[in-house]
């Protein structure tokens, strides 16, 4: 799959930061994302302390690792900020809980969340305590679509309107197990494991 704008790096990325935390108990270190980076054929342009570069044929990401915190900034490859996005996961103590949230650049544009709601991970049970619709990006005849399993689709419907598009707000009309944005012009594919 290629990925063509930021969001479509985002949003498998928070994902798999949030199993990440699941899997291991406490944040990813730099090394676990940067393999996670690689799984999407990013080439390395950049590795030094605490920071990696990757470029992609249409996004280059900027990843910083922390001892609290890890960010990944994604932006296209034409330097374009608009639709560049930030991808941060980090240990709120207040909260008790991991966060794993993606920010835009430009935040006048999506007034929500992008994937609805963050990551939000208890940081005793490492139970999931948030709703967040995210999945990865596939390309069909019928155009590209945020891919979710059956699990998320059940917990977003239980939460909130299915109605609303959790990659730019937008409204979504669903037709069957497919969903379709007018305004970003991405889809929804629910796909039952
Ligand atoms: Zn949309």
Redesign the pocket.
């Known amino acids: 799959m290629k990925l063509y704008e930021p969001v479509m790096l985002a949003m498998p990325l928070a994902r798999k930061l949030g199993e990440l935390i699941t899997a291991g108990k406490r944040l990813p270190d730099g090394e676990e994302v940067i393999e996670e980076l690689r799984k999407f054929g990013f080439e390395e342009i950049c590795l030094d302390r605490g920071l990696a570069i990757h470029r992609g044929r249409f996004i280059i990401a900027l990843t910083f690792s922390g001892r609290e915190h890890i960010i990944t900034d994604i932006l296209s490859s034409t330097g374009e900020l608009s639709d560049a996005l930030e991808v941060m996961a980090y240990h709120d103590r207040k909260l008790e809980a991991y966060i794993v949230e993606i920010l835009p650049a430009n935040e006048l544009e999506f007034e929500g969340n992008i994937g609805l709601e963050p990551v939000i991970i208890d940081d005793r049970t490492f139970e999931l305590k948030s709703n967040p619709v995210l999945g990865h990006f596939e390309e069909d005849g019928g155009g590209i679509f945020l891919v979710i399993d059956g699990e998320t689709y059940e917990r977003w419907k239980e939460e909130r309107d299915t109605g609303t598009?959790p990659?730019?707000?937008?409204s979504?009309s669903w037709k069957g197990e497919r969903a379709y944005?007018r305004?970003?012009?991405?889809g929804v594919e629910v796909v039952r494991g």
């Not at 305004?183 to 991405?186: A, F, N």
């Open positions: 598009c990659i730019c707000g937008g979504l944005c305004e970003c012009g991405y």
